[in-house]
Every structure is written in C-alpha cells, then in structure tokens.
DNA sequence: CTCCTATTGTTATATTACATAATAATATAT
DNA sequence: ATATATTATTATGTAATATAACAATAGGAG
C-alpha cells in the first residue's frame, strides 16, 4: 500500500495545497466566512474603491463567479457598493466590513504562522519563492 | 491594483497548485481523462489488487466518491474488479489499463518536468521536502 | 457457534468551486 | 455617430468533495 505518486512535485503540491485550505476553512468557520469571501475582504481593504472586474483578476475569480460574493457580503453589512460610471461600482468596507477584515486578518497570520512552522527550517525560506515562480506570469 | 497576499504562503501554495492542475487537467485531456483517473490508474499499477477503500485512503478520496470513479474507468475497459470476499474487490489494470497508463505517466513526467523547470535552481531542491512536511501528518 | 461491532461498497444528496454563454447597459475608440 | 469593448449580471453545467443512511459481510468476544 503504497503511494507511488508521493514524490512528485505536482502532486504534493495539490496536496499539500488541499489540506492548507481546509485547515484555513476550518479556522475561518467560525466568523461564518469562506476563504474566497476573506480574501475579498482583504484585497479590498488594500484597494479602497476596486472594481468587482479589477478585483477578480488579482484573486483569479471570474466576474460571474463575483457577482454572488459581493452581493453575499454586501448583505452582510460588509462591503458597500457605489456606482463609479454607469455600469461599474467601487467597493469599500463598511465599517463592519473593517471591524472583521481585522478578525480575519489575524487568523490569517495564525493560519499562515502555523502553515510555515510545519516547513523544516531549511527548506522555508525557498518556499514562497519557489511558489511564485509557479503561479506568477 | 495590488496584491495583497501575493507573499502568504499559505496563498501562494493555493494560486500555484490551482494553476499547476489547471495545466495537467488539460494535457491529460486528449486521453479523455481526469486527474482523479490518471492518479488512480497509476495507484493500481503501483499496488495491484488493491481495494477501493485503500486506494482511496492513499489518495484521499472518500469511499464514497471513489464508486463513480472506479466503475467509469471500469466502463472504460481500463481496470477489472475481482471479488475478494464477500463485500471487496480486488482492483487491477487491464491490457487497455496498462497501455493508456504508460500514456499517463509519460504526461505525468512531462508535467513534473515543466514544473520544475519553473523553480528557479536554487529552490528546486527544497520544494518537494517542504510540501511533504505540509502534507503529511 | 452466536452475537455484537466494524468495514465495505453503494446510493442519495448537498455544497463549494469554477467554467461558459448570453444579455443589457454603458463606456470607449475610430 | 457609430461600431466595438467592457461591466455586471443571469442562467446553467460540471467537477470535487462532504455527509448520512443502508445492506451485506467480515471479524472478534464471549
């Protein structure tokens, strides 16, 4: 019984990269919020005023997949969203939105600590590097 | 337009692994296979005999979800099913199995291959060893 | 051997993530 | 001024993954 695809680096990735995100689903649970939803949150408080269309492209979601996230956490009391032209909005955080991007935040940091300490130190400081060579382009 | 979490690396393991099978997914297309199927595959030739609920437990699929799999590569003429007693199966590549799983690996390593060849050197060595200490438990 | 418990394969079902196509309104460029 | 592109949206489909329930059966305790 053995796993013969468990040295290959595309395969420890995704699994790796599954049981991470489930940790993170689990820790953010209790704020009643998925990890697309925290880092939506998050992204816009980095980008006052962003753009539904503009914010999916730096978090890879498609504008069609946007539309019920924003809605979700606009009827959270979350985000807000003001009418820029015609057709686009700019989104911000309410002040609720503020308070819990804070609570997010800091289970992110505990999330990505923990994430982190799990990695040999030797090994750890390649880690994001090597990473965005894979993802960024 | 910035990036918030571009160096998480809890996000960055996500980003990287959702684009990385993004890329198997569609060089294992042409065989009209998903990556489920390809790992699955390649687990029966490495452990043949093996039973659905061991194979699932080496490659996290939950029993459940694995019926589907296992009787569409059955469907497929790629895997026989022998009992083992009254309620396992013993599972195994067949003829067409073994052939279209020589086509898988050689994907397989291709895919790894590339994938490494986007690691910058000095970090090549560390990637695999980090993930596994994510990974494994 | 018999009874209780655990395991196996299975069905049904729900959720989440993610993809495409179509559309109406509107901005932008020629 | 008109053609084209973009934005938000709806509808829809698929893949991955989770749980609960169930029947058949294996294995262990007495």
Same mark, same amino acid.
């Given at each position: 019984?053995?796993?013969?695809?468990?040295?290959?680096?595309?395969?420890?990735?995704?699994?790796?990269?599954?049981? /991470?995100?489930?940790?993170?689903?689990?820790? %953010?649970?209790? %704020?009643?919020?998925?990890?697309?939803?925290?880092? &939506?949150? $998050?992204? &816009?408080?980095?980008?006052?005023? &962003?753009?539904?269309?503009?914010?999916?492209?730096? *978090?890879?979601?498609?504008?069609?997949? /946007? *539309?019920?996230? $924003?809605?979700?956490?606009?009827?959270?009391?979350?985000?807000?969203?003001?009418?820029?032209?015609?057709?686009?909005?700019? %989104?911000?955080?309410?002040?609720?939105?503020?308070?819990?991007?804070? @609570? *997010?935040?800091? &289970? %992110?940091?505990?999330?990505? @600590?923990?994430? /982190?300490?799990?990695?040999?130190?030797?090994?750890? @400081?390649?880690? $994001?590097?090597?990473?965005?060579?894979?993802?960024?382009?």
């Amino acid at each position: 019984m053995k796993d013969a695809l468990a040295n290959f680096p595309g395969y420890a990735l995704s699994r790796a990269s599954a049981k /991470m995100l489930g940790r993170l689903a689990e820790r %953010l649970a209790p %704020l009643n919020l998925r990890r697309a939803d925290a880092t &939506i949150l $998050v992204q &816009i408080e980095a980008n006052p005023g &962003i753009t539904p269309s503009a914010l999916g492209q730096i *978090v890879a979601i498609k504008r069609a997949n /946007m *539309v019920s996230l $924003v809605s979700r956490l606009e009827k959270s009391g979350y985000i807000s969203r003001n009418a820029l032209d015609g057709r686009s909005f700019a %989104l911000n955080l309410t002040e609720k939105g503020t308070n819990i991007c804070g @609570d *997010v935040k800091e &289970i %992110l940091k505990l999330h990505e @600590d923990r994430l /982190m300490a799990r990695i040999p130190e030797e090994h750890r @400081d390649h880690f $994001v590097p090597a990473l965005k060579a894979l993802w960024s382009e």
